[in-house]
């Protein structure tokens, strides 16, 4: 999985302190967090991985949530460089899970709709590798933090929780879209068999009651020829 971020534009002058700047600001936009967020379709009776590689010792977060289809399950199992299953739910919905990686090398999470022959799934995955870098001019020093300093720290604080409360709002939203275009369409149907029915019990009784006056008995038929 590659990290994909947003450009950033910087605007310097050719000042020794300008480049100093630039050079700062670049260092830290380098040693910013890893992480990934998107969304795929699992098709039914099927297994999707993805991979990630990351560094001995670095501290990783995974988490996934299927949004919609069948029974909102999926099989997910993620390993390490060896092989080795260091995490694995079954028919899981949503589930988060933080590590320490103690090997270098590539990551493998797996996620398995095998069970499921007709339904497909979309699921949703974070994977954050590495700690969040520090805030410029804030978090670098030791010395006791300033008011101003400790209001930026709540304010940053509070701009992540609000970006996670609103990912996880449109997935619940995306959820419910999906039930309710599934319960419109099975109101479809049915009504359309009921539309159909009705149509097709007139038609019946239409041609109940022409019978009714178009038969004539073997008496009657005589006596009209007399």
């Known amino acids: 999985m590659v990290a994909t971020k947003s450009p950033t ?5 050719s000042s020794p302190a300008g480049i100093l700047l630039v050079s700062t600001l670049l260092v830290a936009l380098m040693q ?23 560094t001995r010792n670095t501290s990783a977060y995974f988490e996934f949530q299927v949004s919609a289809g069948g029974q909102l399950d999926v099989d997910v199992h993620l390993k390490d460089p060896q092989g080795k299953v260091i995490y694995k739910q079954e028919k ?20 398995g709709n095998q069970f499921s022959a007709f339904s ?12 969040e870098a520090a805030l410029p001019g804030v978090d670098e ?7 101003m300093e400790t209001s930026s720290q709540a304010i940053h604080k509070g701009l992540n929780d609000i970006l996670d409360a609103q990912t996880h709002h449109r997935l619940r939203e995306a959820q419910g879209r999906k039930r309710a275009e ?7 149907v049915w009504s359309s068999l009921e539309t159909a029915a009705v149509v097709l019990i007139g038609l019946v009784q ?18 009209g020829r007399l």
């Not at 899981?92 to 996620?111: H, K, N, P, R, W």
């Not at 599934?182 to 479809?188: E, K």
């Open 32 to 54: 910013c967090t890893s992480a990934v967020e998107f969304t795929f379709d699992l098709a039914d009776n099927a297994e999707d991985c993805f991979y990630e590689e990351i």
């Open 141 to 147: 020093h030791a010395t006791v933090l300033t008011q």
């Open 9 to 13: 534009h910087i605007r310097y002058n």
């Open 206 to 223: 239409i041609l109940v009651l022409r019978n009714f006056f178009t038969d004539r008995k073997p008496s009657q038929a005589h006596y």
């Open 92 to 111: 899981a919905t949503f589930d988060s899970y933080q590590f320490v990686a103690e090997l270098t090398g590539v990551y493998t999470a797996c996620f």
């Open 182 to 188: 599934d319960l419109n369409s099975r109101v479809m």
């Open 120 to 131: 497909h799934k979309i699921v949703y995955v974070d994977f954050q590798v590495g700690e």
